[in-house]
C-alpha cells in the first residue's frame, strides 16, 4: 500500500469517536489485522506501567495462540522495549519463553505515543507487535506509517482535551501563510508557471514556492508540499521547509543532499508525526528541455507530452520528510519540449470528495488535463481548481487543494 495511502486508512480507522486512547487503538489494532491491503495476520497492544516497569497485554487480535490474561512482561528483562525508542520500529526474535510457547518465534513492534520517562530512559506509552507471513523492509516502513500516525492522533486528542483553538493565533498564521506562497505567476525563458492553493481553514499545510539563486538567474527550481498537520502548526512546518530549501538553494546545493539536509532538520526540530511529503524539482535554460526531479511521498505529478498525448507519472524517489532521518533521496530527470505541460498538486486535489464519497481521483485529473493542455498555464490551473471545487462542494470532507502548472511555450 502506497505509504500517503496507509497513513489515510489508519487516520480513518481512528476517526471514530472513543472515550479512552485505549479504546481507539484496540479498534485500529483490530482494523490493521482484518485489511486484506496490509499484509499482517495477528497483532498485541501492549500499555507501559511505569509503577512496575512492566508492558501489559491490553489486547491480542488474530491467527496466534491466545496469550493469558494481562500478561507482563518487564523492561528489564526485556531489551526489545529501549531498543524501540532509537528504531521506532524493529524486526526481532520471540526470547520470551512462555511467548515461545505461543509459537512466536519473530515478529515485527513498533511504538505508539509520545516518549514519557522511566527511571533514566525515555520509553514509548504504547507498544503495537504484529505478526505476518513475510517481515521485511516494506513491513518496517508499513509499521513506521502506523506508527507516527496513531502518536499523531493520539496527540491530536491530548490537545483536543486540553484545549481549544485560540482565536489570537490566526492573525500570526495568516501572516506565515502569505510568508510562504509566491505570487501565482511565473515566466522562466521557455516556462510559464501558474499556481493556486486554497486552505481548508483560515490556513493550511499546503504550500508551493519558486526559487531562483541570486547568482544563477537560468535555473529556477519549484516544490510542492504538504504538511501532514492542520492549521498554525502545518503553516509553521510549512515555512520551515521552504525556507531551509531556499537556503540550500543559494548555496547551489544538489537536489538529493538538498533533502536529504532538510530532512534531518525536520526531524530534529518537529515531532515525527508532522511530517512533510514534497517534491522539488528545477528547470534550466536549457534547449532540450531538461527536468531534474525527487519525489519525497508526495502525489505523483504528471508530466504531459504534447507530441503523443502521453502522461508520464514522476513517481516517488524517497520516503516523506521527517521521521526517518537516515533517508537518502534519488534524483530523477525527464525531458519537457514545446508545448508539454506538468501538474503539480497535493492530495486535497484527487482524493476531494463529492457527495457520494466518490473521489475525484487521478484519472478525472488525467483526462481534464489532457483536454486542457492547449491552454495557457494560468487557464489551466485555474480551471481544475474550479473543477474540483464543483465537484466537492456539497461535500462534509475537505481539505487543502493545491495546483501549480508548468508550461514550456517555446
Not at 490537545?159 to 515566466?187: F, M, S, V
Amino acid at each position: 500500500m502506497h505509504l500517503r495511502k496507509l497513513y489515510y486508512t489508519i487516520e480513518q480507522f481512528a476517526a471514530e469517536s472513543f472515550k479512552t486512547d485505549i479504546e481507539l487503538l484496540t479498534n485500529v489494532l483490530k482494523n490493521i489485522v482484518r485489511n486484506e491491503d496490509i499484509d499482517i495476520k495477528g497483532g498485541r497492544l501492549w500499555k507501559l506501567d511505569t509503577r512496575s516497569g512492566t508492558y501489559r497485554l491490553i489486547e491480542q487480535v488474530g491467527e496466534t495462540e491466545a496469550i493469558k490474561k494481562n500478561f507482563e512482561l518487564k523492561i528489564a528483562d526485556y531489551r526489545m522495549f529501549l531498543d524501540l525508542v532509537h528504531k521506532r520500529t524493529i524486526l526481532s526474535t520471540e526470547t520470551n519463553q512462555y511467548l515461545m510457547q505461543k509459537k512466536i518465534s519473530r515478529y515485527s513492534a513498533t511504538g505508539v505515543g509520545d516518549l514519557v520517562k522511566w527511571k533514566k530512559y525515555e520509553v514509548f506509552p504504547y507498544v503495537l507487535a504484529f505478526n505476518a507471513d513475510f517481515i521485511n523492509d516494506t513491513t518496517l516502513q508499513t509499521l513506521n506509517v502506523i506508527s507516527t500516525t496513531l502518536t499523531s492522533v493520539l496527540g491530536k486528542r491530548r490537545n483536543e482535551r486540553t484545549r481549544k483553538e485560540l482565536e489570537k493565533d490566526l492573525d500570526l498564521a495568516r501572516t506565515i501563510q502569505r510568508r510562504i506562497l509566491p505570487e501565482h505567476e511565473l515566466n522562466f525563458h521557455h516556462y510559464n508557471i501558474y499556481g493556486v492553493s486554497v486552505a481548508d481553514r483560515i490556513v493550511g499545510g499546503d504550500f508551493f514556492d519558486y526559487v531562483q539563486s541570486e547568482a544563477e538567474n537560468d535555473r529556477l527550481a519549484i516544490m510542492i508540499g504538504d504538511a501532514a498537520s492542520k492549521g498554525l502548526s502545518a503553516a509553521a512546518q510549512a515555512l520551515y521547509v521552504s525556507g531551509a530549501l531556499r537556503m540550500g538553494i543559494e548555496h547551489q546545493t544538489k537536489i538529493a543532499v538538498l533533502l536529504h539536509r532538510t530532512n534531518k532538520l525536520l526531524h530534529k526540530t518537529f515531532a515525527d508525526e508532522r511530517f512533510v511529503s514534497l517534491f522539488f524539482c528545477e528547470l534550466t535554460n536549457d534547449k532540450h528541455g531538461l527536468l531534474l526531479y525527487a519525489n519525497a511521498g508526495h502525489n505523483n505529478p504528471m508530466l504531459l507530452h504534447a507530441e503523443d498525448n502521453a502522461i508520464e507519472i514522476l513517481e516517488t524517489t524517497g520516503q516523506v520528510l521527517g521521521p526517518f532521518p537516515d533517508m537518502h533521496y534519488k534524483t530523477e530527470s525527464s525531458m519537457m519540449k514545446k508545448g508539454d505541460v506538468l501538474l503539480l498538486y497535493t492530495d486535497g486535489i484527487t482524493e476531494a470528495t463529492n457527495e457520494e464519497n466518490m473521489f475525484y481521483g487521478e484519472e478525472r485529473l488525467a483526462e481534464n488535463l489532457m483536454q486542457l493542455k492547449n491552454k495557457t498555464s494560468k487557464e489551466i490551473c485555474q480551471i481544475l481548481i474550479e473543477d474540483v471545487q464543483k465537484f466537492s462542494a456539497n461535500s462534509p470532507i475537505s481539505d487543502d487543494k493545491t495546483i501549480v502548472v508548468v508550461k514550456r511555450n517555446k
